[in-house]
């Protein structure tokens, strides 16, 4: 399976407010292909993603497919472009593989999924932090990571945020599903829900 890239990167300008633009209650914070979606087209979420980007999957047995990356929102979830407290649900499903570069990150896998690099502890801490700044007081962050190269350990540990539970899934149980509670307010410096 081969992949061929059809568009460029192309992005959005950043949504400044929600006051006037009723923002949907869930927040896909990097959507990809939206390959879990019961329905990719689900008006009860925001789509977003880092990239917009048309590719064709060359498969030799069933022939080619065309998959494509179309976010509502073209951008990096590291700087969501959201005011606080925006969402009541949101799921964060970042890339699992890291590369050395931008030419490495020209894969199959890649393509469906996205790279992470070098920086990937920060970049994943900086990305907990926003999709907590963007979800309200006692909102839910579902967050799936595939144990390819990183244990699940050591990334839970890039955020000060508790766990609620959590699933293994998958035919090699690499798989998480994760869930997290967003605290609504500070007791003697620790964070707590009501």
């Keep these: 399976m081969t992949t061929e890239s059809t568009n460029d990167v192309t992005g959005a300008p950043p949504v400044r407010s929600s006051a006037w633009l009723g923002f949907p209650p869930v927040l896909d914070a990097c ?8 329905d990719k087209q689900d008006s009860r979420a925001l789509f977003m993603d880092k990239r917009r980007e048309t590719f064709v999957q060359v498969r030799t047995d069933r022939g080619n497919k065309t998959k494509e990356v179309n ?11 959201f005011p606080d407290e925006t969402f009541h649900l949101v799921v964060f499903d970042p890339p699992h593989k890291v590369v050395a570069n931008a030419e490495a990150s020209r894969g199959n896998m890649i393509k469906f999924y996205g790279a992470l690099f070098p920086d990937w502890r920060d970049t994943l801490t900086a990305g907990f932090s926003e999709c907590f700044r963007v979800l309200k007081p006692n909102g839910t962050l579902i967050f799936k990571w595939c144990e390819l ?3 699940l350990a050591d990334v839970l540990a890039l955020t000060p945020e508790k766990p609620l539970f959590g ?3 998958g035919k090699r ?4 599903w994760v869930t997290f509670l967003k605290p609504n307010f500070e007791v003697d410096g620790r964070k707590a829900a009501l």
Excluded at 33 to 38: A, G, L, P, Q, V
Excluded at 71 to 81: G, L, Y
Excluded at 173 to 176: A, G, L, P, Q, V
């Design 31 to 38: 959507c990809g292909t939206r390959m879990f979606w019961f």
């Design 71 to 81: 976010p509502d929102q073209v951008a990096d979830f590291t700087a969501m472009p």
């Design 149 to 151: 190269e990183t244990p």
């Design 167 to 169: 699933h293994r899934v």
């Design 173 to 176: 149980e690499r798989s998480h």
